[in-house]
């Protein structure tokens, strides 16, 4: 299976700061892999695809990058919507995997 | 509006079975994979499985810990998804999602339903 790592696993932060959120697979994924957003009791939204495509109707403030096998989720302004929690997802080989997640919290 | 909306979850024991459904709507059902995807409140997500759509020949993908034991259907005139849950034990305690995704591979969980929790327990 391919192993997600999500890092950091929490972080604390304030509005307006820049967030930078990073997951490495385990082997080659292409670029077959997506970042969600999960506020609590919620099911989650999805942000970027393709690693690095802003899904519709998403600020433009979010954004996605890909170097080999580690990618990118970066928040330029943190707004108070977005606290919440980060999920990466490879989807080019089953099982599909998620990263273990990055809890974003108000400093 | 697109929309996926769970139901089925409950309290069942430990070697029971149960039968989620998830109902799509506003949009051409047919043309989708449907996935399931579970997460233990406050944990992380697992991807439970796929149904490819009519196209693909519905051939199913499962996760190694539920395969053998849960099962995925459709039913196509009833824009639905199923999932068969058998043999069920403490760990399948969970949130099950629904998600919707495109066989082209791009336009993967890009729809979501709320969940539908699922408690096995004596």
């Known amino acids: 299976d391919i192993q997600m790592t999500q890092s950091p696993s929490s972080l604390s932060a304030s509005v307006g700061d820049r967030v930078t959120i990073t997951c490495r697979a385990s082997q080659g994924i292409r670029n077959d892999l997506g970042w969600y957003q999960q506020k609590p009791g919620k099911a989650p939204k999805r942000l970027i695809y393709a690693a690095s495509s802003l899904q519709s109707g998403v600020p433009s403030r979010f954004s996605g990058s890909a170097s080999g096998t580690e990618f990118t989720l970066t928040i330029s302004s943190l707004q108070p919507e977005d606290f919440a929690t980060y999920w990466c997802l490879q989807h080019h080989t089953y099982p599909f995997t998620f990263g273990p997640g990055t809890k974003v919290d108000i400093k | 509006e697109v929309q996926l909306v769970e139901s089925g979850g409950g309290l069942v024991q430990p070697g029971g079975s149960l039968r989620l459904s998830c109902a799509a709507s506003g949009f051409t059902f047919t043309n989708h994979y449907m996935d399931w995807v579970r997460q233990v409140p406050g944990k992380g997500l697992e991807w439970v499985g796929r149904?490819?759509?009519?196209?693909?020949?519905?051939?199913?993908e499962y996760a190694a810990s539920v395969k053998g034991r849960f099962i995925i259907s459709r039913d196509d005139s009833k824009n639905s998804v199923y999932l068969q849950m058998n043999s069920l034990k403490i760990e399948d305690t969970a949130v099950y999602f629904c998600?919707?995704?495109?066989?082209?591979?791009?336009?993967?969980?890009?729809?979501w339903g709320q969940g539908t929790m699922v408690t096995v327990s004596s």
């Open positions: 998600a919707r995704s495109e066989s082209s591979g791009i336009h993967v969980f890009d729809t």
């Open positions: 149904s490819r759509n009519k196209a693909n020949s519905y051939t199913p």
